[in-house]
Nanobody, 121 residues
Framework: VQLVESGGGLVQAGGSLRLSCAASGRTFSSYYMGWFRQAPGKEREFVGAISRNGGSTLYADSVKGRFTISRDNAKNTVDLQMNSLKPEDTAVYYC???????????????WGQGTQVTVSS
């Protein structure tokens, strides 16, 4: 599966941004989808993930209550709605696909190219 993220940009602290990840192929609904991010000088970290049918989600503690993941299997997309953004949310955001529930980067087999999110203070 090929993944392409979009929707990144510059936003002020407290603002909102919605990222989208479009997947190719007809088997999108068979993948568990995750979002990760990597800030400058830091390792890539888990943000959140969503189950194949969208009925279950996981979030990192740092974004819980502010970020929401959703997916549309008919459109082959997974979105990340980010509210109450903070400067520390600044990072390159990646969507990724795997076959089973996981927060671990190395469990994900397919990755997008990333989209930059910058939150100004």
């Amino acid at each position: 599966v090929q993944l392409v993220e979009s929707g990144g940009g510059l936003v002020q602290a407290g603002g909102s941004l919605r990222l989208s990840c479009a997947a190719s192929g007809r088997t999108f609904s068979s993948y568990y989808m995750g979002w990760f991010r990597q800030a400058p000088g830091k390792e890539r970290e888990f943000v959140g993930a969503i189950s194949r049918n969208g009925g279950s989600t996981l979030y990192a503690d740092s974004v819980k209550g502010r970020f929401t993941i959703s997916r549309d299997n008919a459109k082959n997309t997974v979105d990340l709605q980010m509210n109450s953004l903070k400067p520390e949310d600044t990072a390159v955001y990646y969507c990724a696909a795997t076959y089973g529930s996981s927060r671990r980067e190395y469990d994900y087999h397919y990755w997008g190219q990333g989209t930059q999110v910058t939150v100004s203070s």
